[in-house]
């Protein structure tokens, strides 16, 4: 088991950039791939980014491909999303997630309590 923080949300104007936070604690952090994910109001949890244990592979969903990195430091225990020309359609709550498989897996095992994020135009 392990527990998952996010931080770092807040409003900010489109083209602006934003850096998300999530703290793990409760087991190794190195154990697991971790991935970011986010839901607008009245939409579906759509996958943003993930990346392997080694932090050596990445991967992301097209929209955000060029503008989002998805990062980790195991000595910290954090994941990180570094969110840059932000657009408006990027608003949403966003959440961090842990998997004891593959970064390109389908399913997370646990997940955050979310971070609201919001982009005005």
């Known amino acids: 088991q392990v527990q998952l923080v996010e931080s770092g949300g807040g409003l900010v104007q489109a083209g602006d950039s934003l850096r998300l936070s999530c703290a793990a604690s409760g087991r190794t952090f190195s154990n697991f791939a971790m991935g970011w994910f986010r839901q607008a109001p009245g939409e579906k949890r759509e996958f943003v980014a993930a990346?392997?244990?080694?932090?050596?592979?990445?991967n992301y969903r097209d929209s955000v491909k060029g503008r989002f990195i998805i990062s980790r430091d195991n000595a910290k225990n954090t994941v990180y999303l570094q969110m840059s020309s932000l657009k408006p359609e990027d608003t949403a709550v966003y959440f961090c997630a842990a998997t004891y498989r593959s970064s390109l897996s389908t399913t997370f095992d646990f997940w955050g309590q979310g971070t609201q994020v919001t982009v005005s135009s």
């Open positions: 990346i392997s244990r080694s932090g050596i592979n990445t």
